[in-house]
């Protein structure tokens, strides 16, 4: 069989794949890069690579639930349905809530948009993109009109200089950095990194500006001063184009909240290379004042003409595969549908369009307000599809609480346990990446087609057939009668004619009348063309608008002394659901890390590989502490992305305050106020086995995906219960009271290796590596397997950086020890950063680290 041209399940960079079915039981697949693809030209990440070890069918919901126990599809609809119906007759349409996500197709943002705002009446959908890129959203429109990203990814090939701000594009773009690296060979291209963290992005930078947490408006505000006073405005273009907020130039103050000599080397390069392209992500959007942070950085490229050219403008990079789509078709409180608002006349065109009996009176809550409204019991019956808010939103002490307030919670997942799913009534079945059919579309307004690769497995279906089979139930079948994903595409096509209407860019009109085949072999294409607002802004007077825009006070609070950043790893996606499955993606970083100052640490007394926990006035979390010069002195910085389902500790939306930015609605993950404390666990151990458990009662646990199962890290106080940690078998034992040490090797029936724990409460405990890699393995002696090592020892390879690879932080020095000077001759000597690719700026790390160490020894 050929290949399938398919897109990427992760991030919103949205590469083109080339998937190869290997047999259709076991779910094999070859996962390449696809040539042919505008978005990567064949290139992937880490993640995409190993798409094909998340793609089994461990752990999936494979049938309708209703709470634990299985249902049938007719009854679980039916229930859905009659609570829906319920709801509305007794509390009203506003009662009834969708939370959706930016890994929804278009086609089931579209039904799902059409159901709620419709024929239920009401406007409380909203998306994860909220926590995403809403921000960015209400940046665009308050500048431009309407949501348009100005820029697309040929910009990236063409530009002379690029400012990253709150991107740390090379571990969660990664594919984007590879080829701002490529244009960087060609031309010359200056890379400048905007974040308070020395993120491996921005050890790759030409120039680094540690800005201080939320000082981006002062930081272009002060850029743009500066260039006005090098006469850099461009005059020209703003007489034509652009119309100034009053007061605007007179309230641009020249404080840049930077020292001194990085602000003139920073105005230096952006006076001299206009040809100059801002990409900015969640160090951006994820702020209370991230819309003014978006306004900041599109006044500046107004002001100076760097837009609407080729390698210039201002570029929001999304996150999710499909996070634009959602904001194409309406997926937000605060939009209607295809880029239309709530006036009278857009409300009644949409009427006649959808046929619709219903349509709701104006803006729905954002997703913050939503889950307020469902703790105070104003929304009774809430329906989440493809997105984990029990983990991923805010404060998630209060999230849970008023899930399990909730008279009706519905879930729509491809996890059976996920932290969310715990709270629903009902759970459904959907389809996942190599399942479902389909469009996304990506940063840069390209839609491309996700394509089904496998028959759908046990009782799943659509996300959008779903809702259509609820709407049936519900009586409004004839509505959402589609037999296919093309007929809802070709749907949504049509109705951007309302848009097109009204002067607005997005307009698909192309494919209004599309025909199953022609959908099918859809190649993939951006709306609005390369340069979308080169034609003219689509506001009343055709300009675009200067927002005046004025940096927050810093924040300061004596309890919670340290400003709290939250962010993402090179390897993992969101809450793990999918990416903590996969083996080799599960080594880069098996824990959850506190990073912190070296002089925090001191501080505080925390000591790098014990544990720390943070506290808020939200809650508290523990992690394993990192002790880093990356981080500035009075900041933090905790991964997003473990849940209860993965481990006991570090969950990180404990942690955050409810404040939003006043405009977007968007969350401030970014910029918390936090303290921290070491954690002195009795005793600590790690233990491997076969099956996934749940401790209880301990201060610390996480487990990893290791090949044949999972690695567990543990501690704890007082006595440990090793009976039930262990499963039953073959034990084989060793103890030392003193130094408080057990180790404990279980053998199945077979022989095979079922679990090892190892305890100490003082000592050292092994290496972990060795000892998984036995999971399910006869090979070691028992001997071996209590010392946690092999009689002939292994050369140590330290941290694993090339997961594609498996090559470890030792293999490359001893590598650079051999005379390997960069990181092409690395990969000569060691294969690591020769497939993907992800990991070639850790090995450029360690490069300038050893060459800088050779260097002092030589003085
Ligand atoms: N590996 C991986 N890739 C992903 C994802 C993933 O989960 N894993 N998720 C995808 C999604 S949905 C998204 S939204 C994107 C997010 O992609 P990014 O935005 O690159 O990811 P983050 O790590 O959340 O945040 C980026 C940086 O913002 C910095 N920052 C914090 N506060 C400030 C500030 O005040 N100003 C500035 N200038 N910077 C600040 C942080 O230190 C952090 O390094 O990634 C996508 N890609
Ligand atoms: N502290 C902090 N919190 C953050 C962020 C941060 O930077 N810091 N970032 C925020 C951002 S930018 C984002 S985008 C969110 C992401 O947060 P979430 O959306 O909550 O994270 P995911 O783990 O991607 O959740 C997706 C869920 O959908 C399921 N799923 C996958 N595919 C499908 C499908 O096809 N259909 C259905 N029905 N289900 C599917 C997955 O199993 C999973 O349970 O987190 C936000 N939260
Ligand atoms: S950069 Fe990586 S995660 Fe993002 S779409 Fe491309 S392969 Fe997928
Ligand atoms: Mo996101």
């Given at each position: 069989m050929g290949a399938t041209r398919t897109t990427c399940a992760?991030?919103?960079?949205?590469c083109g794949i080339a998937a190869e079915v290997s047999?259709?039981?076991?779910?094999g697949v070859v996962i390449t890069g696809?040539?042919?693809?505008?978005?990567?030209?064949?290139r992937l990440c880490s993640k995409g690579t190993h798409l094909g070890e998340t793609v089994?069918?461990?752990?999936?919901?494979l049938a309708p639930m209703i709470a634990e126990r299985e249902a049938s599809w007719d009854e679980a609809l039916g229930r859905v349905a009659d609570r829906m119906r319920a709801c509305i007759a007794e509390h009203?349409?506003?009662s009834v809530a969708l939370y959706l996500s930016g890994q929804l197709l278009t086609e089931d943002y579209y039904a799902a948009n059409k159901l709620a705002?419709?024929?239920?009446?009401?406007?409380?959908v909203d998306t994860n993109s909220r926590l995403c890129m809403a921000s960015a959203v209400a940046a665009y429109n308050r500048a431009?009109?309407?949501?348009?990203?100005?820029?697309?990814?040929e910009d990236l090939d063409a530009t002379d200089l690029v400012l990253l701000v709150g991107s740390n594009t090379a571990w969660c773009h990664p594919v984007i950095w590879q080829r701002l690296e490529k244009t960087r060979e060609r031309r010359g291209t200056k890379i400048v990194v905007v974040d308070p963290r020395r993120t491996e992005t921005a050890e790759q930078?030409?120039?680094?500006?540690?800005?201080?947490?939320?000082?981006d408006v002062a930081l272009f505000n002060a850029l743009l001063a500066d260039m006005k006073r090098r006469s850099l405005v461009d005059e020209e273009y703003l007489a034509a184009h652009v119309e100034a907020d009053a007061g605007f130039w007179e309230d641009l103050?020249?404080?840049?909240?930077?020292p001194d000599a990085v602000f003139r080397k920073l105005c230096d390069l952006v006076a001299a290379h206009p040809r100059m392209l801002t990409l900015f992500s969640q160090g951006a959007?994820?702020?209370?004042c991230g819309t003014d942070k978006g306004n900041a950085i599109t006044n500046f490229h107004l002001a100076t003409g760097r837009?609407?050219?080729?390698?210039a403008g201002p570029f929001s990079i999304t996150g999710q595969p499909n996070a634009m789509g959602g904001r194409e078709v309406g997926g937000l409180a605060n939009m209607l549908a295809?880029?239309?608002?709530?006036?009278e006349d857009e409300r009644a065109d949409v009427a006649e369009f959808w046929k619709a009996p219903n349509v709701c009176s104006g803006p729905g809550l954002k997703a913050v307000e939503m889950f307020r409204a469902v703790h105070e019991g104003r929304i009774k019956f809430l329906w989440v599809m493809a997105t984990n808010p029990a983990v991923s939103l805010p404060d998630t002490g209060f999230v849970r609480e008023a899930l399990s307030r909730c008279p009706t919670v519905v879930v729509s997942d491809?996890?059976?346990?996920t932290d969310t799913g715990r709270f629903a009534h009902i759970r459904l079945p959907a389809l996942g990446w190599g399942e479902k059919d389909g469009t996304v579309t990506n940063s840069e307004r390209c839609i491309s087609r996700q394509r089904?690769?496998?028959?759908?497995?046990?009782?799943a279906r659509a996300d959008w057939k779903i809702v259509a089979d609820v709407a049936a139930r519900m009586g409004w079948g004839e509505s959402f009668a589609w037999p296919d994903a093309a007929s809802v595409y070709r749907e949504y096509a049509s109705m951007t004619s309302l848009a097109k209407a009204r002067g607005?860019?997005?307009?698909?009109?192309?494919?209004?009348?599309?025909?199953a085949a022609e959908y099918e072999a859809l190649e993939p294409f951006k709306w609005?063309?390369?340069?979308?607002l080169a034609g003219g802004y689509p506001t009343p007077s055709g300009k675009a608008r200067l927002v005046r825009v004025t940096p927050p006070a810093p924040a300061t609070n004596a309890e919670f002394p340290l400003r709290l950043n939250t962010a993402r790893y090179r390897d993992q996606w969101h809450t793990?659901?999918?990416?903590?499955?996969?083996p080799a993606l599960s080594q880069h970083r098996p824990e959850p890390l506190l990073e912190v100052h070296p002089a925090d640490a001191r501080a505080a007394g925390l000591v790098d590989g014990g544990l720390g926990r943070v506290e808020t006035a939200s809650g508290a979390s523990v992690y394993r502490v990192r002790v880093s010069d990356g981080q500035r002195c009075g900041e933090v910085c905790v991964p997003m992305h473990w849940a209860d389902a993965m481990a006991?500790?570090?969950?990180?939306?404990?942690?955050?305050?409810?404040a939003v930015d006043?405009?977007?609605?968007?969350?401030?993950?970014?910029n918390g106020a936090a303290r921290v404390v070491p954690v002195k666990p009795a005793w600590r151990a790690f233990l491997v086995r076969r099956d996934v458990i749940a401790p209880q009662g301990l201060v610390y646990w996480t487990r990893a995906r290791v090949k044949a199962g999972w690695l567990y890290e543990l501690a704890g106080d007082g006595a440990i219960d090793m009976a039930a940690l262990l499963p039953a078998g073959e034990q084989m034992e060793v103890a030392d009271p003193v130094r408080g040490m057990r180790r404990i090797a279980v053998r199945g029936d077979d022989g095979s290796l079922i679990a090892a724990a190892y305890l100490t409460r003082s000592g050292e405990l092994p290496a972990r590596a060795w000892v998984a890699d036995?999971?399910?393995?006869?090979?070691?002696s028992a001997a071996e397997l209590l010392a946690g090592r092999p009689s002939t020892p292994l050369p140590d390879?330290?941290?694993?950086?090339?997961v594609c690879h498996g090559v470890g932080e030792k293999d490359i020095v001893l590598a650079l020890d051999d005379g390997a000077a960069s990181v092409a001759d690395v990969g000569g000597c060691t294969?690591?950063?020769?497939?993907?690719?992800?990991?070639r700026p850790a090995i450029a790390k360690l490069i300038k680290v050893f060459s800088s160490r050779e260097q002092e020894a030589a003085q």
């Amino acid at each position: 069989m050929g290949a399938t041209r398919t897109t990427c399940a992760y991030c919103g960079v949205g590469c083109g794949i080339a998937a190869e079915v290997s047999g259709n039981d076991d779910r094999g697949v070859v996962i390449t890069g696809d040539r042919m693809h505008p978005a990567n030209h064949g290139r992937l990440c880490s993640k995409g690579t190993h798409l094909g070890e998340t793609v089994g069918l461990e752990g999936r919901l494979l049938a309708p639930m209703i709470a634990e126990r299985e249902a049938s599809w007719d009854e679980a609809l039916g229930r859905v349905a009659d609570r829906m119906r319920a709801c509305i007759a007794e509390h009203g349409p506003d009662s009834v809530a969708l939370y959706l996500s930016g890994q929804l197709l278009t086609e089931d943002y579209y039904a799902a948009n059409k159901l709620a705002k419709g024929y239920v009446g009401t406007g409380n959908v909203d998306t994860n993109s909220r926590l995403c890129m809403a921000s960015a959203v209400a940046a665009y429109n308050r500048a431009f009109g309407e949501d348009v990203v100005p820029c697309s990814y040929e910009d990236l090939d063409a530009t002379d200089l690029v400012l990253l701000v709150g991107s740390n594009t090379a571990w969660c773009h990664p594919v984007i950095w590879q080829r701002l690296e490529k244009t960087r060979e060609r031309r010359g291209t200056k890379i400048v990194v905007v974040d308070p963290r020395r993120t491996e992005t921005a050890e790759q930078a030409d120039l680094h500006v540690a800005v201080a947490p939320d000082g981006d408006v002062a930081l272009f505000n002060a850029l743009l001063a500066d260039m006005k006073r090098r006469s850099l405005v461009d005059e020209e273009y703003l007489a034509a184009h652009v119309e100034a907020d009053a007061g605007f130039w007179e309230d641009l103050s020249p404080e840049s909240g930077i020292p001194d000599a990085v602000f003139r080397k920073l105005c230096d390069l952006v006076a001299a290379h206009p040809r100059m392209l801002t990409l900015f992500s969640q160090g951006a959007n994820q702020s209370v004042c991230g819309t003014d942070k978006g306004n900041a950085i599109t006044n500046f490229h107004l002001a100076t003409g760097r837009i609407n050219r080729i390698g210039a403008g201002p570029f929001s990079i999304t996150g999710q595969p499909n996070a634009m789509g959602g904001r194409e078709v309406g997926g937000l409180a605060n939009m209607l549908a295809c880029h239309l608002g709530f006036a009278e006349d857009e409300r009644a065109d949409v009427a006649e369009f959808w046929k619709a009996p219903n349509v709701c009176s104006g803006p729905g809550l954002k997703a913050v307000e939503m889950f307020r409204a469902v703790h105070e019991g104003r929304i009774k019956f809430l329906w989440v599809m493809a997105t984990n808010p029990a983990v991923s939103l805010p404060d998630t002490g209060f999230v849970r609480e008023a899930l399990s307030r909730c008279p009706t919670v519905v879930v729509s997942d491809i996890i059976a346990d996920t932290d969310t799913g715990r709270f629903a009534h009902i759970r459904l079945p959907a389809l996942g990446w190599g399942e479902k059919d389909g469009t996304v579309t990506n940063s840069e307004r390209c839609i491309s087609r996700q394509r089904a690769l496998f028959p759908p497995p046990g009782e799943a279906r659509a996300d959008w057939k779903i809702v259509a089979d609820v709407a049936a139930r519900m009586g409004w079948g004839e509505s959402f009668a589609w037999p296919d994903a093309a007929s809802v595409y070709r749907e949504y096509a049509s109705m951007t004619s309302l848009a097109k209407a009204r002067g607005k860019v997005l307009n698909l009109t192309a494919h209004a009348d599309i025909t199953a085949a022609e959908y099918e072999a859809l190649e993939p294409f951006k709306w609005g063309g390369e340069r979308p607002l080169a034609g003219g802004y689509p506001t009343p007077s055709g300009k675009a608008r200067l927002v005046r825009v004025t940096p927050p006070a810093p924040a300061t609070n004596a309890e919670f002394p340290l400003r709290l950043n939250t962010a993402r790893y090179r390897d993992q996606w969101h809450t793990m659901t999918r990416t903590g499955l996969s083996p080799a993606l599960s080594q880069h970083r098996p824990e959850p890390l506190l990073e912190v100052h070296p002089a925090d640490a001191r501080a505080a007394g925390l000591v790098d590989g014990g544990l720390g926990r943070v506290e808020t006035a939200s809650g508290a979390s523990v992690y394993r502490v990192r002790v880093s010069d990356g981080q500035r002195c009075g900041e933090v910085c905790v991964p997003m992305h473990w849940a209860d389902a993965m481990a006991g500790e570090g969950r990180s939306n404990r942690l955050p305050s409810r404040a939003v930015d006043p405009v977007s609605g968007q969350p401030g993950y970014k910029n918390g106020a936090a303290r921290v404390v070491p954690v002195k666990p009795a005793w600590r151990a790690f233990l491997v086995r076969r099956d996934v458990i749940a401790p209880q009662g301990l201060v610390y646990w996480t487990r990893a995906r290791v090949k044949a199962g999972w690695l567990y890290e543990l501690a704890g106080d007082g006595a440990i219960d090793m009976a039930a940690l262990l499963p039953a078998g073959e034990q084989m034992e060793v103890a030392d009271p003193v130094r408080g040490m057990r180790r404990i090797a279980v053998r199945g029936d077979d022989g095979s290796l079922i679990a090892a724990a190892y305890l100490t409460r003082s000592g050292e405990l092994p290496a972990r590596a060795w000892v998984a890699d036995q999971l399910g393995l006869d090979a070691a002696s028992a001997a071996e397997l209590l010392a946690g090592r092999p009689s002939t020892p292994l050369p140590d390879r330290g941290p694993i950086v090339c997961v594609c690879h498996g090559v470890g932080e030792k293999d490359i020095v001893l590598a650079l020890d051999d005379g390997a000077a960069s990181v092409a001759d690395v990969g000569g000597c060691t294969r690591a950063g020769t497939n993907c690719g992800s990991c070639r700026p850790a090995i450029a790390k360690l490069i300038k680290v050893f060459s800088s160490r050779e260097q002092e020894a030589a003085q």
